[in-house]
């Protein structure tokens, strides 16, 4: 089974920046979709970031401009990282692979105003 780690998240002021990581161990997943979800308090779960295996990128509107995704198959490893940091951003985010679907702990992202 594959397990996923991310690592990074904490507090930052309005217009700061953050990395996020996520490790994985279990299996190699270069052939699998990676992606950043959040989720804030009353509200749904959201992709905000994702890469396919071959590099290509999707971000959601909110978060374009703002957030890039990366991902590292030597290391297992994916990556956001976040800039121009808003209050809005403040949620929990998690790392996810589609194959074998598979969801991160999560982390706290909190930024101030």
């Known amino acids: 089974q594959v397990q996923l780690v991310e690592s990074g998240g904490g507090l930052a002021q309005a217009g700061g920046s953050l990395r996020l990581s996520c490790a994985a161990s279990?299996?190699?997943?270069?052939?699998?979709?990676m992606a950043w979800y959040r989720q804030a308090p009353g509200k749904q779960r959201e992709m905000v970031a994702s890469?396919?295996?071959?590099?290509?990128?999707g971000y959601a509107d909110s978060v374009k401009g703002r957030f890039t995704i990366s991902r590292d198959n030597a290391k297992n490893a994916v990556y956001l990282q976040m800039n121009s940091l808003k209050p809005e951003d403040t949620a929990v985010y998690y790392c996810?692979?589609?194959?074998?679907?598979?969801w991160g702990q999560g982390t706290q992202v909190t930024v101030s105003s």
């Open positions: 996810y692979i589609n194959f074998p679907v598979t």
């Open positions: 890469i396919t295996s071959g590099g290509s990128t």
């Open positions: 279990g299996r190699p997943f270069s052939n699998s979709l």
